[in-house]
């Protein structure tokens, strides 16, 4: 509209100029080198308009002329990029569809139209990585890595290339260049976290989180800051228990309800006299998350306390998780180590309907200490082979006796979680009773799963060993390796495909290495 307004105003006020030269003529003489030219106003402004027309015209001409050059060497230039365009975005989509011959062919078009262009050294290391051709692959990746706008994305390469050869240096060391260069990078700054968890370089770790703090949450940040710090704490807990003392205290404040981190703070401030704190701390993370080693640090509080001093206090400790299987557990071994026999059968009669390996263990361990029955005792011995079983610090299909900061198989931070292990969820087992004493005899020789309806018990508190003691096993088998599927749309840590079978050799997978430390 505005426009508009500025046209119409503009044609009013050349439309008035002309009438006012058409309502007032006049003459213009004009002498020069002996020419005299007489003429009126209006054809003089006339002929001015049309000399001014005819020189941009001539000026239009003559530029175009000495431009022509330039300008073929624009259409030419033009040209070639909407052919490498397209010979690009083909490529691209053959190397997503896992069409080799078709990828193979259109990467050496746009290396001879285009080779410098950074999608051109995408398709190439893309398509190096399809055929198999890790040198190429790697190739490409170090000239995108040597030029500033494609450096982050070589560097990205590069670090995938050195995990597939198993080369664990050089990926950190990608990792850490590109960490550095470009903080911004989730992955370079998760790489080198996960580096130097597993390095058990702690303060270089805690370190980088403070770096990259306000690229996450608050929840995520103290979570992972204080399984740092609970890692720390137990590094140092044999040489230097001041600095772990003071290390795991600043992680109960991030994160109160970590059942390692209150067991150690528990165990660490009760050695220091500090039992008012060290209930507070284990009181806290039981009522969120009831767990048997706090129950056994709680039990342990004061050194040489007789045992019906201990049954006492986890009395206390078991009211306030009132029905739940682990304080029944704390509460029922606390009562056999006080010999109260009648109690801790009363305490375990609500879980005996459908008992678990500890439930079954720990009632086997009543029968031996009250009356000496050995058969009784081997009756609950026989129901703990097929019991439910009970949950246990477990990642990415591992399975730990304690907790451990790392996953093994993944190297994955905080990874650890306390349920039932993956192979614990099978098929229905039938339950071994009392009356069948050939099930019994040949109950030592049979392992079955436990069935699928058991409820989720919680873990033998005697499986729970101090580290010194602890061990860590694998119970989920390792599934077949499948075909590598090439995405269309990469995923934010893999810049490339895999290679396939009729393409070429494929990249072997990780095995040992830096990610087995704990095995």
Known sequence: MIRVVIFLIAVGLLAYGVA??????????ITWQGWRIETSVMVLVMAVLAAMALLALIWSLLRAVLRSPFLLRTLLHHRRGVRAYEAISAGLIAVGAGDVAAARKLAAEVNSIAPAEPLALLLRAQTAQLIGDRAAADHAFRLMASRADTKALGLHGLYIEAQRRNDPASA???????ERTTPTLGWAGKAVLEFRCVTGDWAGALALLERHRRALDKETYRRQRAVMLTARAIAAEEGDRDNAKAFVLEAVKLAPTLVPTAALAGRLLAEGGNLRRATRVIDRAWRANPHPELAQVFA???????????????????????????????????????????????TLAPFLAAPTKRVALLMAEIERAESGDEGRAREWLARALNAAADPQWTADGYVSDRWLPLSPVTGRLDAFVWRVPLTAVGGAAPVIEPERPSAIAAAPTA?????????????RAELAPPPSRARARSTQPQPPEADPVIPLVHAPDDPGPEATEESGPSSEPQSGNWRKIFE
């Open 20 to 29: 006012l030269l058409a309502d007032r003529p006049g003459d213009v003489v």
């Open 172 to 178: 950190r060391a990608y990792a850490e260049e590109a």
């Open 300 to 346: 342990e509080l004061r050194f040489g306390d007789a045992a019906r001093d201990r049954l006492k206090r986890v009395e206390g400790l078991a009211k306030k998780v009132p029905g739940h299987i682990e304080g029944g557990l704390a509460l029922a071994r606390a009562a056999l180590e006080a010999h109260e026999f009648a109690r801790a059968r009363d």
């Open 447 to 459: 392992k079955e799963p436990p069935s699928e309806g058991a409820a989720a018990p919680p873990p």
